[in-house]
Structure formats: C-alpha cells, structure tokens
C-alpha cells in the first residue's frame, strides 16, 4: 500500500476509535472547587454574545492525526467545550457567569479557557443593513487555552484580579471586493499588547469587563473602488488617510473620544 492511502486511511480511522471508549463530558464540580467569576457592564446598543467555555482532562486524552510521526497518530488532552450564557443581575447592565476552575467528572476536567464577545445590538441604526462582528475578549487559564484566532491579540500574562475597560470605537469596513458592509467595535491593534484583549490569567477569580463605546466617533473604512489601491479611514472629524491594512489610527481616534 502506497505511504498517500496508508495516510488516508488512518485519517479516516481516527474519528471511529475515538468512539471506543467515549470519555464521560458530564461536568459535576467538587465542593472544594474554586470558581472565576466574569461580570460585564454592558454599555447601550450593545450586548454579550454567549461564553464559550474550554475544559481539558488529562485523564481522558484524545487522539488526533499527526504528520510527523511513524504512526501519524498524537495524544493530547481531551476537550470538552461548552456555551455559557451571562446571566443579567437584576435590572441594571450587569451580565455575569460563575465559571468552574475544577470541573470534575471521571475525567478530571480543568478549565483551560473562556471567549465571549461584544457587539451591537441587530436594531442600532448604524447596524442596519450590515453583518454585526463581534469585538472579542479571551482568557487562558493554562499554556494551551485558545492558542490563536478571535482576533483578541497577543496574551498578557496577568497574576491577579482582572479589570478591564476598553475605549471602543464603532468601525464600519465598506468592502467592495466583497461587495459587503460590516461594523464591529475597534479598541486598537490587538497584536500590541497594551490593546491586546487576550489574557492568560493566575490566581485569578474575579474577571471585570467595562467597555466604554463612543458611539457618536465613528470611523469608516472603505476598500478601493475599483482596485487595486489601499484602504481609507475617514475619522469622526472628517480626515482621511489611507492605511495599511485594515486598522485605523487608535491613538488618533482616542485623541477624538
């Protein structure tokens, strides 16, 4: 048999055995468990998109094809994600969950990381008719955690108590490309860590999320028509400029807020 369909068959052997054996995902956390607990203070004209939430076993590991190796297959930990709605307290605009740190079961599990996002509400007036992208915070609470992606930025190391409260600015991208118009909320360029929304935490319970949305500085972005050329930002002033990229000037837009 030829190394390419030795290959094959071992990726489509992979999902069946790991239905042998199925690890118990029932979470049943022990009484001595400690709990982080994330609240939100949600400004007007947005919301909180629902958690998700990470745990891993050690005990219960997965298998997962792997090029590298003779045998093409890896262990690594096992994962059990889940989707966490806020909960709001009462009448104010305070959403807030109690997240297990030890979330037990027969197989052990820790939890590894959080997500959730910010956005705006469908019936703002600046959402209509665009696609709603959400502004996202995460927080690892081991090495693995959420590894990339959301577009959260660079990972702070933080030992203590989080409270965070970003300036974010609505941002409108008119793409023509695409022929599609978005809108999220900016709060500056998550690769610099000063903005970064991405946090892996240690003796960490309590996580405080106040955003502080300028709604009346929007910033526009609109791709070339026709290209090829670069993007331009018009701030809540009236300036333009073109820009690298898709990020507007943050320091700028601060300067505005």
Known sequence: MKSSNLITLLALLLPLSGCVGRPDYTLSPPASTEWVTVTVRLPPQTEVTPMDVLYRSEKCQREDYDSTTESHIRKERGFNPRVVRMEKQGGDDIWQSRIALDGGGKCEWQLSALR??????????????????????????????????????????????????????????????????????????????????????????????????????????????????????????????EVSGIIPDYEKLLSMK
């Open 116 to 241: 959730f996002g910010i956005k705006l509400v469908s019936n703002n007036t600046l959402a209509a008719g665009k696609k709603i992208i959400e502004t996202n915070y995460v927080v690892d609470f081991d090495k693995e955690g959420y590894s990339g992606g959301f577009d959260a930025g660079k990972v702070r190391d933080v030992n203590e108590n989080i409270y965070i409260k970003t300036d974010l600015f609505p941002m409108v991208f008119i793409n023509h490309i695409l022929n599609q118009t978005t809108v999220k909320l900016f709060g500056g360029n998550a690769d610099k860590k000063r903005w970064s929304r991405h946090y892996r935490v240690n003796n960490t319970k309590n996580i405080f999320i106040e955003p502080a949305v300028h709604m009346d500085k929007v910033v526009i972005m609109e791709s070339p028509n026709p290209p090829p050329g670069s993007i331009t930002a018009t701030y809540p002033d009236g300036s333009k400029e």
